[in-house]
C-alpha cells in the first residue's frame, strides 16, 4: 500500500504548512487500528488530542478531591415533617424539669425541716393593716378572743346544742 | 435556647398558683361576696402582730404572750345587713366546704362553724363563722403556727 501521499502530508505537517483540513486527514489515518510499522511512531501524537477528549471525572472525583483539601463534605439537611409529639417534647422535657427541681426543693426542705414546725405560707404582703395603733389593734384582737371565749366557754357549751366534739376524723 | 424559654414559661405559669395558695379564708370570701354585701373587713398584719407583742400589756402577760406568739394575722369580716346573716353563713360555709382538702370542719353547732387549716399537728388557719347576738354575720379568720391546744390557750387567758 502506497503511503506516499500521508509522508508528505507529514512533511508539510511538521514545517508547519498543512491547513485544518490536511491535519484532519492525518488524524483519521492514524485512528485507525491498523497503522503502518513506518508511521506508527507517529500514532501517538495524532490520536492524543481524540484520547484526551475521551478523558473523564472518576465519580469519586469530588469525594477525592474535598479529601485531598482536607474540607468535610457538608451535612445533607433533609426536612422532615414535624409531628405534634416531636413539637412538644420541649415543654415535656421542661415540665420533667419542673417536676425534678420541685421534689428535690421538696425532698430537701423536709429533710431539713423534719422537726422543724411548718412554715406560715401566707403573703404577707396581702395584708394591708386596718390599724395603725397596736393598742386600737391590740382592743380589736382582744375583743375578737373574748367574742371566741364568749362562743366556745363552757358556759355555752353546756346548752342542749353544744358543738359536736371534734374526733380524729373530723380533724384529718 | 427553646427548652429554657418553655421552662421559665412554666415557672411563670405557677406564680398565680402560688400567690393563690397564700390566701386566706377571709380575703377569698371578701374577693368572691365582698362586693355584694356591705362587708366591713379589719386586718391585723404580721408586721402589726409584731407591734402587738411589743406593748408592755401584752409583754406582761404569759399567757396572752404565749397566745399571740402563735398568730401571724388576724382578719375580722363584718356583715351589719342582718337581712344577709343567713345567705352569708351559708356562702363561707359553702366556700370552706368546696375547699374542704384546705380546710376541715373543727366544730359546728347553731350559728357557730369552726374549721382549720392545718398541716401535721399544727394549725396554720383558724376560721371561726359565727352569728352574734345583734344578728349579724362574722368571720373571725386567724392566721399562724397555732397548736393543736390554741382554743384552750385562748379559753384560759
Known amino acids: ?172 | 435556647m427553646r427548652t429554657l424559654l418553655v421552662l421559665l414559661l412554666a415557672l411563670a405559669g405557677l406564680l398565680p398558683a402560688a400567690a393563690q395558695r397564700g390566701e386566706d379564708f377571709a380575703s377569698r370570701y371578701m374577693a368572691l361576696y365582698g362586693d355584694r354585701a356591705a362587708l366591713a373587713c379589719k386586718t391585723i398584719s404580721p408586721a402589726m402582730m409584731e407591734r402587738i407583742m411589743k406593748l408592755d400589756t401584752v409583754r406582761h402577760d404569759a399567757g396572752t404572750r404565749r397566745v399571740f406568739a402563735q398568730l401571724r394575722s388576724i382578719r375580722f369580716v363584718t356583715a351589719p345587713d342582718t337581712a344577709l346573716t343567713r345567705q352569708l353563713y351559708a356562702q363561707a360555709e359553702d366556700l370552706a366546704r368546696h375547699n374542704r382538702r384546705r380546710y376541715a370542719a373543727y366544730a359546728d353547732r347553731d350559728n357557730l362553724s369552726i374549721y382549720v387549716r392545718r398541716r401535721g399537728n399544727v394549725l396554720l388557719e383558724l376560721v371561726v363563722l359565727l352569728v352574734d347576738e345583734k344578728r349579724q354575720f362574722n368571720i373571725l379568720n386567724f392566721t399562724g403556727t397555732m397548736s393543736e391546744d390554741f382554743i384552750r390557750q385562748v379559753l384560759n387567758i
Do not use: H
Open chain 1, 1 to 172: 500500500m502506497d503511503y506516499k501521499y500521508i509522508e508528505q502530508l507529514l512533511d508539510r505537517y511538521w514545517t508547519c504548512s498543512t491547513t485544518p483540513a490536511e491535519e484532519r486527514i492525518l488524524r483519521d489515518f492514524f485512528s485507525q487500528p491498523d497503522v503502518p510499522a513506518s508511521l506508527s511512531r507517529y500514532k501517538d501524537l495524532f490520536v492524543y488530542e481524540r484520547r484526551q477528549a475521551e478523558v473523564r471525572l472518576g465519580a469519586d472525583f469530588d469525594e477525592r478531591l474535598l479529601r485531598l483539601a482536607g474540607a468535610e463534605e457538608k451535612p445533607v439537611v433533609k426536612a422532615r415533617p414535624l409531628t405534634l409529639r416531636r413539637r412538644v417534647r420541649p415543654l415535656f422535657r421542661a415540665a420533667a424539669a419542673v417536676a425534678i427541681v420541685a421534689l428535690l426543693g421538696t425532698a430537701s426542705q423536709r429533710a431539713f425541716r423534719r422537726d422543724a414546725q411548718p412554715a406560715w405560707d401566707y403573703n404577707a404582703a396581702a395584708y394591708q393593716d386596718s390599724y395603725d395603733n397596736p393598742q386600737e389593734a391590740y382592743e380589736v384582737l382582744d375583743d375578737g378572743l373574748q367574742e371566741l371565749r364568749d362562743l366556745l366557754g363552757p358556759e355555752r357549751s353546756a346548752q342542749p346544742d353544744s358543738a359536736r366534739v371534734p374526733n380524729q376524723a373530723d380533724r384529718r
